[in-house]
């Protein structure tokens, strides 16, 4: 039996709002993966996404963020996802 313990894997969470194609297709591409992911949906809240663009100097969303670091929007997370990377920023074995 295998006594090593099992790493957790660090907490996603996604800043979006409505209607953005690309928020669409991040939360696609992590149900897809079958992960777990917090949406916090900004589309009502501008005075919480100027303070978030000033807090990262991200300009669009989705924002997304593994555990405390952003790793940018929709297309990063797939350029991640496509390289392999995603999944060892999660600890996932491949």
Same mark, same amino acid.
């Given at each position: 039996? @295998?006594?090593?313990?099992?790493?957790?894997?660090?907490?996603? !969470?996604?800043?979006?709002?409505?209607?953005?194609? %690309?928020?669409v297709? *991040? !939360?696609? &591409? =992590?149900?897809?993966? +079958? =992960?777990? %992911?917090?949406?916090?949906? &900004?589309?009502? /809240?501008?005075?919480?996404?100027? /303070?978030?663009?000033?807090?990262?100097?991200? !300009?669009?969303?989705?924002?997304?963020?593994?555990?405390? /670091? =952003?790793? +940018?929007?929709? @297309?990063?997370? /797939? *350029? &991640?996802?496509?390289s392999?990377? &995603?999944? !060892?920023? =999660?600890?996932?074995?491949?």
């Amino acid at each position: 039996m @295998n006594s090593t313990a099992q790493k957790t894997m660090p907490a996603i !969470k996604m800043y979006s709002k409505d209607p953005c194609p %690309y928020c669409v297709n *991040a !939360k696609r &591409l =992590l149900t897809n993966k +079958g =992960l777990a %992911y917090e949406e916090i949906d &900004l589309t009502d /809240k501008p005075e919480e996404l100027q /303070k978030l663009k000033e807090k990262t100097g991200w !300009k669009t969303v989705p924002m997304i963020f593994i555990g405390d /670091k =952003l790793i +940018g929007g929709y @297309n990063d997370m /797939k *350029a &991640l996802e496509q390289s392999g990377e &995603l999944d !060892k920023m =999660l600890g996932i074995e491949s």
